[in-house]
């Protein structure tokens, strides 16, 4: 806490060399705070298994040596991320969302679920302002097509959602398309081919 004396009942971490500053050895560490709020800080170091040694002139505060940060919150809104998987054959280790938000990175990928049972996967992440590029995965990145495909730097073609000041749900889209899922037969060569439909259904006909 902001104005508190320097003991155990802090939080520390280990510093690191970051090497020699002219005749002094030089160390630095970083801290992750969670909460809001105006706190100081310092350092402590002992040789060997001696007693700590603060860097506060011995227990009493000195300006000089306790500096004092104030972290500010950051705001985050839940975005809720849904895919239509009904004409699709969902692998064996489910769907997935990766975004940039992590990199893409397979490691932090994020599990969709079909709660209702109607091939329908979603998922709510709680995301800072910003605009994010996402796919969603299913054993493979899907290929997408539509208005919605952004191309990025590298030549792959995303999906972009923007956070700004408020919670999101986006529409549900057909897995690879950028809108909803029509079923009907898609085959032209078909007797009952249907136009309108963006994905087939394994209802097409044919004359023998």
């Given amino acids: 806490a902001d104005g508190s004396t320097p003991d155990?009942?802090?939080t520390w971490v280990a510093a690191t060399d970051n090497g020699g500053n002219g005749s002094n050895d030089e160390f630095g560490a970083t801290l992750t705070i969670d909460d809001a709020g105006t706190y100081s800080y310092t350092y402590r170091y002992r040789y060997n298994s001696s007693c700590w040694h603060y860097a506060d002139n011995g227990g009493s505060v000195d300006d000089?040596?306790?500096g004092t940060i104030t972290v500010n919150s950051i705001d985050t809104y839940a975005v809720t991320f849904s895919v239509d998987m009904s004409y699709e054959d969902?692998?064996?280790d489910g769907v997935f969302l990766r975004?940039?938000?992590d990199g893409f990175d397979e490691l932090a990928q994020v599990s969709m679920?079909?709660?209702a049972a109607d091939g329908v996967f979603s998922v709510t992440l709680d995301l800072t302002p910003n605009t994010y590029s996402y796919k969603f995965y299913n054993g493979w990145w899907e290929y997408i097509s539509g208005e919605c495909a952004i191309e990025d730097d590298e030549g792959n073609w995303n999906r972009n959602v923007t956070v700004t000041d408020t919670d999101i749900s986006l529409d549900t889209t057909c897995y690879g398309l950028c809108e909803a899922c029509i079923g009907g037969c898609s085959d032209p060569s078909a007797d009952?081919?249907?136009d309108?439909?963006?994905s087939d259904d394994g209802s097409c006909t044919y004359t023998p």
Wanted: no cysteine; charged share 15%; glycine share 14%.
């Fill in 99 to 101: 975004g940039s938000w």
């Fill in 113 to 115: 679920y079909d709660a």
């Fill in 196 to 198: 309108g439909a963006n």
């Fill in 8 to 10: 155990d009942s802090w």
């Fill in 90 to 92: 969902v692998g064996i």
């Fill in 192 to 194: 009952n081919y249907d």
């Fill in 64 to 66: 000089n040596a306790i």
